[in-house]
């Protein structure tokens, strides 16, 4: 992360902000491009600070999203994964057609809390049928699981690095404050303003 550091005070690291910059329009034009042509994006934040931003910004731009836990082998372990969805679509179709107010009060009372729990986990990625073209990484550090099965499967990423992070991980690491969630939504804006716009020239010129 040494490149990345500008200056150092009080013992706080202060990142080069023309990096910064340089790294971010790397990565719009990355999201863009792949929007351009109809690609999925998976935005992944699980922290506290990140978990607001990340599903207004995924929302916003039309991607798959994990905000809560991830679940280990979400993407390594897929079948499993597609299974559980699944089983989360059965659920959600037997509320919507009050097939649950049928049952017995105690298994469906055990359905809805498995279907909660299906909806703060998977709910995300309810639409998701395959493996995400890019995957945008808030906190590589606290989200090492997931860049770690993006590498195993080769899917391109973007992650919001800080000074604890190794830049050489991802495709593109963007230094930031990844503690501020000033700094995660004004990194996170741009990402979607450049999805949105790419998906627009993707439905102009299909």
Known sequence: MVPYISAKRKGIHITNL????????????LVFDAASRGKQFLIVGTKN????????AAIRSRC??????????????WSTTETRLHKFRDLRMEQKTGRLNHLPKRDAAMLKRQLSRLQTYLGGIKYMTRFPDIV???DQHEEYTVLRECITLGIPTICL?????DPDLAHISIPANDDAIS?????????VFAICEGRSSYIRNP
């Open 49 to 56: 600070k990140a978990t607001d931003s990340v599903a207004w």
């Open 64 to 77: 798959h999203y994990v905000n809560k836990k991830w679940l280990g082998g979400m993407l390594t372990n």
């Open 18 to 29: 023309t990096r910064i910059a340089r790294f971010l329009s790397e990565a719009c034009d």
């Open 136 to 138: 945008i990484i808030v």
């Open 161 to 165: 690095i800080d000074t604890n992070c």
């Open 183 to 191: 700094s995660i939504r004004l990194i996170l804006n741009k990402l």
